[in-house]
């Protein structure tokens, strides 16, 4: 195999791309500048709306069997609440007419709150309706108490107070290595489709391929040129990608107060300490886990788009791969507390695992050599499989 073909190849592709100024400005400018906008348009309507919902004042239908005691205190201490006195055989129509956004009756002993988990308003007049409840019932509690003369803290007998033990690091590990592995393998996959089809499919269709077949590259290098094409540019695109959503996390957490959203500034603000958590053998292992991810999409590509008849074709047939890489990537967000050992068997889930245990500090050396070696073997059948295709001339000419 003459290398001197396979990077003549590399070098055909990568002289087309810088040339496409167009491509060019959708790989490196579009994600950075697309994450920046997304990001501070939705923290801004999200601010908005929270502001909206907490200075509305809520409507609270209750019936009869309320005592006019615990209504005067409603109305006195609840905040922005507006009671109105209402059958019980209304109270649904109501709620459902938005005319009222919770209704208070008692049952049984029971003081119910009836609400519609389907509406912001409602959700929040629950909220605002249980605040004083609980408050009515320590104040009934505390009066009761001083009335016969004994002391609070019979039924109080201590407060409860959390103490968060988490280091801002590890806050922000966590949250990183939740999302990020997520993230990488979209961004893999999602940049290795348009160059990957084009490189493939594309030439079928620009009636290129011909010429291409009858070079002195063999189908194997000309395979291997433009898998180390896509490789670089998806490793690339995702890198930016990445890069653009960290850039935009950190510019829209100054948008957000302690008061309104204090888990999201947390979490964006111990972001900025990752640093400290990210060495050299964090990264060496990184790498080594998403280059064979990235073989693995760009290899796949290229032999769906070698058997595809045109783009859209290429892209119909990718569909359903695109959604079980999403699935598999999805698995990530919501692991299970103890991740079962044959997860690290299957290529792709373990990578995303491995990756996890990696941001976290928490590497398992087995966990990164059963993800690594896996992956390269899915990733080696893929080239063997791509180069097969690509060696088929009824593959290339069949209509």
């Keep these: ?66 005592e006019n005691d615990l209504i005067a205190y409603i ?9 109105l006195q209402t059958k019980v055989t209304d109270a649904e129509k109501l709620l459902a007419d938005k005319k009222i956004d919770a209704y208070l009756f008692k049952e049984e002993g029971k003081i119910v709150i009836e609400y519609n988990s389907a509406k912001r308003l409602s959700i929040e007049a629950r909220k605002r309706l249980k605040n004083a409840l609980d408050d009515y019932k320590k104040f009934i509690v505390n009066k009761n ?39 990488i393998i979209i961004m893999l996959f999602s940049g290795a489709l348009g160059f990957g089809l084009e490189v493939s499919t594309g030439e079928k269709e620009k009636g290129t391929i011909a010429t291409l077949l009858v070079s002195q590259a063999s189908r194997s290098e000309i395979v291997l040129g433009k898998l180390i094409y896509v490789i670089a540019i998806e490793i690339i695109y995702s890198i930016v990608n990445i890069a653009g959503f960290l850039l935009a996390s950190l510019s829209t957490s100054k948008m957000v107060s302690k008061e309104i959203a204090k888990e999201a500034v947390k979490n964006a603000d111990k972001m900025q300490s990752m640093s400290l958590s990210i060495n050299l053998s964090t990264i060496t292992m990184l790498v080594a886990l998403i280059i064979p991810i990235g073989i693995i999409s760009a290899a796949l590509i290229i032999a769906i788009g070698s058997y595809a008849k045109s783009m859209k074709e290429g892209q119909t047939l990718m569909t359903p791969v695109l959604l079980a890489i999403i699935m598999v990537a999805i698995l990530t967000l919501n692991a299970p507390l103890k991740v079962p050992e044959y997860y690290y068997f299957i290529p792709i889930l373990n990578t995303a695992f491995s990756m996890q245990e990696i941001l976290m500090g928490k590497a398992v050396f087995s966990h990164f050599l059963l993800a690594v070696t896996t992956t390269i073997g899915l990733a080696a059948i893929l080239i063997g499989f791509s180069i097969y295709l690509f060696n088929r001339e009824d593959i290339h000419f069949r209509v």
């Excluded at 790989?27 to 907490?54: D, H, Q, R, S």
């Design 1 to 66: 195999m003459n290398t001197k073909n396979i990077f003549t190849i590399l070098g055909k592709e990568l002289t087309v791309f810088l040339r496409d100024k167009r491509t060019l400005i959708t790989t490196f400018i579009v994600p950075l500048v697309f994450y920046y906008v997304f990001f501070n348009i939705m923290t801004g309507m999200a601010l908005k709306t929270k502001k909206e919902i907490k200075n509305k004042k809520v409507k609270v239908g209750f019936s009869q069997s309320i």
């Design 75 to 83: 109305s006195k201490n609840g905040e922005n609440i507006s009671l």
């Design 145 to 183: 108490l001083t009335e016969l003369g004994i002391d609070k803290k019979i039924v109080n007998p201590f407060e409860i107070e959390d103490k968060d033990t988490a280091s801002q690091t590890d806050v922000a590990m966590a949250f990183i290595g939740r999302l990020m592995p997520y993230l």
